[in-house]
């Protein structure tokens, strides 16, 4: 994906950006390059690939939650800052916990966050399970089946917040075995299924909240 189809895309997604905006994503490629070769952050390094499967695919959270008018946002298990370091990028306005229990991707993330001028945002050395806090929406991409990674976030969704999987092929995962059991304690309120421009693999945003408040 080239930049000129990064933005066209984000624009069939509601997302604008600016040119200093554009030029923190091209620094943060920078920082993601160097610091893959001291510690395991990705095993994609190819800019347009980086571009289409990292900074696109993380800003595709905006086609479930309205994004400029949310004020916390957390993302567990964060890695190498996908979808969080994206998202506060392309919407200044939230303020972002970053949570990972790495403590190297922790360095890295200071790190960026330093070189990108970014405020309002923070990462945090823990384990999603061991964490406290309450935001408006939770998030955590490509980390753990799903069954258990409620147990990782739930408790970290406000009481009108919500969670949002960012997954790939969500069908072998969310069974409708599994679907009835979370849906037993939390509320699936959406599944957004499509695919990445281009490739076309398969994503998935499953949208849950407490159930008191549906």
Known sequence: MTR??????????????????????ELFYKLLVEWNQKINLTRIVDKEEVYLKHFYDSLTLNKVVDLKNT??????????????????????NLKITLVDSLQKRINYLNEVIKELNLSNIEAIHVRGEDFKGSFDVV?????????????????LV?????????????????????????????????????LLPKETSKRSLVVMKHKQVI
């Open 71 to 92: 004020k916390t946002l957390c993302d567990i298990g964060t890695g190498a800052g996908f979808p969080g370091i994206v998202l506060k990028i392309a919407f200044p």
């Open 4 to 25: 000129e189809e990064f933005l066209i895309e984000l624009e069939k997604i509601n997302i604008s950006l600016t040119d200093e905006q554009l030029e923190q994503l």
């Open 158 to 194: 406000s009481k009108d917040g919500v969670f949002v999987a960012m997954k790939g092929d969500i069908d072998n995962e969310l069974t409708p075995e599994v679907e009835k059991k979370l849906n037993k304690k939390y509320k699936i309120i959406k599944i957004d299924k499509f």
């Open 139 to 155: 998030t955590s991409r490509a980390v753990a089946n799903i069954e258990k990674l409620v147990n990782y976030t739930m408790h």
